[in-house]
C-alpha cells in the first residue's frame, strides 16, 4: 500500500466515522432535562444533600435548590445523575408507575448489609412473592386477632417501668417498645432474655452500619455491620433449624403465631431468603415506628390543646371500658381514637420518619415537558410535599386540626389543603410498594399515646431536636421526665 493510498483510506474512514457520528447525534432529539447543576466530578452534590438539617424542614440544600431551580432539578447524587422530585404530581407519578417506567433502586451498600434478598431491594416477581407474605403477616384480620393484644402488652411493659421524676431518653424507650414488639412477631422472643437482650445489642450495631458510610475496612461502622448481619443471621438460623425440629416432632403449638412459623409453613423460600426476609422486617418494622412514637412525644408538649383533647378522647374511651368492666383494649376502642389519628398524621407529615425514596428510570420518561433519561436515579423527596406552604397552611406548624374533615376551622377556609388527601401525604410511600406496615405502625403510635396519656405527664427535660441524617436522629435521645397520674 503507497502512502498515497493509505492517506487516501485514513481520510475515508474518518469521514464515514463523522457520519455514524452526526447520524447517531441526529437520532437523539435534544433532551428537555430539568434545571440544576452537576457539581464536583462523581461526588457531585452528596455531601450538601447529606449534610444534616432539623427534621421538621427540608433543610438548606433543598431549599435553595428549590428556590433556584423550582421543584424538580437534576444533579449528581451518590454517583449518579438524578433528578431530585419535590412535586407532589411527579412523586405520585413516579410511585404508581414502579416496575413499568421506574423501579426501586437502593444504594449497594444497602443490599450489602440488608441481604439480596431484603424487600427493599428486590424487584419484580421475587418482590412481589414477598410483599404477598409481608403482607399476609401483617394483614387487617392478624392485627385484630394477635398483634393488637401484643402491641398493649408490650407498651404497657415499657411504660410500667418508666420513674417518676426521673429524666430518661424517650427515643430509647420507644426503640425498646417496638424492638420487643417485633422481636416477639417475628421469632417470638421474649423481652427482657438473656438472647432478647443479646440481639438487641447486635442489632444497634448492624443498625450504625446500615447507616453510615459504606466503606469496607477493619475498624468502619459498616464493617463492624456486616459482621453484626451475620452474627444476627446465626442466631435467627439458630432459631429456624430449632422450630423446624420442633414441627417434626409434631409439636404445632410451638410460637404458632409467629412470623417464622408462618413462613415455614406457608411458603417455600429457602433459608438464605427466610433469613434476609425476617431481618428487614426486623428493621422496617423497628426503626421507622419507634422514631415516629419519639417525634409524637416530641411535637405534643409544644401543643397544649392537642394534648387535652386527646386526654378527653382517652378518658371517654377508658370510662367506657371501666363501666362495662373489661380491661384490654379492643379494635372497637381503637376505632374511636379519632383525633388520635389526626395527631399521628401530623406527627407524620412534619416530622417526615421517612424523606425521601430511591428510584431509577427504567425507560425514557417525559413528565411535564421534561425528560427523564432511561437509567437516570429519581428521588421522589416525599418529605418536602409535606412541607410545601402552597400545600399546607403553615406547613411547620404542628396541627392536627388540619386532618379533621370537620375540624374547628370551619367551613370558611377555601385552602384545598385543608383536608390533605393520599395524593400529597405519602409518609408510607405509595403504589405497590407502600408500606406493608402501615397499619401495625398507626396501631403501635395511637396503643402508646392511649396509655402516655392516661398515665403520664411530661416535659422535654433538655432541649433536644429531631435532626435528618437523614435517617432521623435526636442528637440527645430527647431527655423526658414523667410525672405519673391518674385521669379517671
Ligand atoms: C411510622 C412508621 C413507618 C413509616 C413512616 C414507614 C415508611 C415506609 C415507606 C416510605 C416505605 C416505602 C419504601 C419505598 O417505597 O422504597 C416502606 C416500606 C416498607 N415498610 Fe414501612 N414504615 C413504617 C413502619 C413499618 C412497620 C411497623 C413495618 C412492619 C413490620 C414496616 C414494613 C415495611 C415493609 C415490609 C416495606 C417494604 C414494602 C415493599 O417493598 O413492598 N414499616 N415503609
Ligand atoms: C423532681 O425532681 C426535681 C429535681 O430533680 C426536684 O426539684 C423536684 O422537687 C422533684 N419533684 C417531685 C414531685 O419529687
Ligand atoms: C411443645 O412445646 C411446648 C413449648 O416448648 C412444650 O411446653 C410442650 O411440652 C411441647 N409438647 C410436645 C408434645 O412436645
Ligand atoms: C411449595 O412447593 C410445593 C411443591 O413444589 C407446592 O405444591 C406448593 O404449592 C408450594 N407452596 C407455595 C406456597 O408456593
Ligand atoms: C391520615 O392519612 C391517611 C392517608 O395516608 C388518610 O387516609 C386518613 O384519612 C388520614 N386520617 C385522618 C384522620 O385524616
Ligand atoms: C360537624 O361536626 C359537628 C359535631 O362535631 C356536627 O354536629 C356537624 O353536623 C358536622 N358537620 C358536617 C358538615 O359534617
Not at 417518676?164 to 417498645?177: G, L, M, P, V, W
Not at 383533647?309 to 383494649?329: N, V
Request: glycine share 6%.
Amino acid at each position: 500500500m503507497s502512502d498515497s493510498q493509505l492517506i487516501l483510506y485514513s481520510i475515508t474512514s474518518i469521514i464515514v466515522l463523522l457520519i455514524i457520528f452526526f447520524l447517531i447525534k441526529r437520532r437523539q432529539p435534544k433532551l428537555n432535562l430539568p434545571p440544576g447543576k452537576m457539581g464536583w466530578p462523581f461526588l457531585g452534590e452528596t455531601l450538601g444533600y447529606l449534610k444534616p438539617y432539623p427534621a421538621t424542614t427540608i433543610g438548606e440544600f433543598m431549599q435553595e435548590h428549590i428556590e433556584r431551580y423550582g421543584n424538580i432539578y437534576k444533579s449528581n447524587l451518590f454517583g449518579e445523575p438524578t433528578i431530585v422530585s419535590a412535586d407532589a404530581g411527579l412523586n405520585r407519578f413516579i410511585l404508581q408507575n414502579e416496575g413499568k417506567l421506574f423501579e426501586c433502586s437502593y444504594p449497594r451498600s444497602i443490599g450489602g448489609i440488608l441481604g439480596k434478598w431484603s424487600m427493599l431491594v428486590l424487584v419484580g416477581d421475587m418482590h412481589r412473592d414477598m410483599r404477598v407474605i409481608s403482607l399476609n403477616f401483617l394483614s387487617h384480620a392478624r392485627l385484630r386477632t394477635h398483634l393488637f393484644r401484643e402491641v398493649e402488652k408490650h407498651t404497657l411493659l415499657v411504660l410500667n417501668s418508666w420513674k417518676e421524676n426521673s429524666s430518661f431518653s424517650a427515643q430509647d424507650e420507644a426503640k425498646r417498645f417496638t424492638f420487643n414488639l417485633m422481636a416477639k412477631h417475628i421469632m417470638s422472643m421474649d423481652p427482657g432474655k438473656l438472647e432478647t437482650e443479646q440481639l438487641k445489642k447486635e442489632y444497634v450495631t448492624f443498625m450504625k452500619g446500615v447507616i453510615s458510610a459504606p466503606l469496607d475496612f477493619p475498624g468502619t461502622p459498616y464493617r463492624r455491620a456486616l459482621k453484626s448481619r451475620s452474627t444476627i443471621l446465626k442466631f435467627i438460623e439458630g432459631k429456624m433449624v430449632e422450630r423446624v425440629q420442633k414441627m417434626k416432632e409434631g409439636n404445632e403449638s410451638f410460637g404458632e403465631e409467629d412470623l417464622l412459623n408462618w413462613v415455614l409453613k406457608h411458603t417455600n423460600l429457602t433459608t438464605e431468603q427466610i433469613l434476609d426476609l425476617m431481618l428487614s422486617l426486623l428493621f422496617a418494622g423497628h426503626e421507622t415506628s419507634s422514631v415516629a412514637i419519639a417525634l409524637a412525644i416530641y411535637f405534643l408538649p409544644g401543643c397544649p390543646r392537642a394534648i387535652q383533647e386527646l386526654k378527653e378522647e382517652h378518658i371517654e374511651i377508658a370510662r367506657a371500658k371501666k363501666k362495662s368492666g373489661e380491661i384490654e383494649l379492643t379494635w372497637d376502642d381503637y376505632k374511636k381514637m379519632e383525633f388520635t389519628q389526626c395527631v399521628i398524621n401530623e406527627t407524620l407529615r412534619l416530622g417526615n420518619v421517612v424523606r425521601f425514596l430511591h428510584r431509577k428510570a427504567i425507560k425514557d420518561v417525559h413528565f411535564q415537558g421534561y425528560d427523564i433519561p432511561c437509567g437516570w436515579k429519581v428521588l421522589p423527596v416525599i418529605a418536602a410535599v409535606h412541607l410545601d406552604p402552597s400545600l399546607f397552611d403553615e406547613p411547620h406548624h404542628f396541627d392536627p386540626w388540619r386532618w379533621q374533615t370537620n375540624g374547628s376551622r370551619g367551613p370558611s377556609s377555601s385552602c384545598a389543603s385543608v383536608t390533605p388527601n393520599n395524593n400529597i401525604f405519602m409518609a408510607f410511600g405509595g403504589g405497590p410498594r407502600l408500606c406493608s406496615g402501615s397499619e401495625l405502625a398507626k396501631l403501635e403510635m395511637a396503643v402508646f399515646i392511649h396509655h402516655l396519656i392516661l398515665n403520664f405527664q411530661w416535659e422535654i427535660s433538655d432541649a433536644d431536636q429531631a435532626f435528618a441524617h437523614p435517617y432521623l436522629e435526636f442528637p440527645k435521645g430527647l431527655p423526658i421526665r414523667v410525672q405519673r397520674h391518674s385521669l379517671l
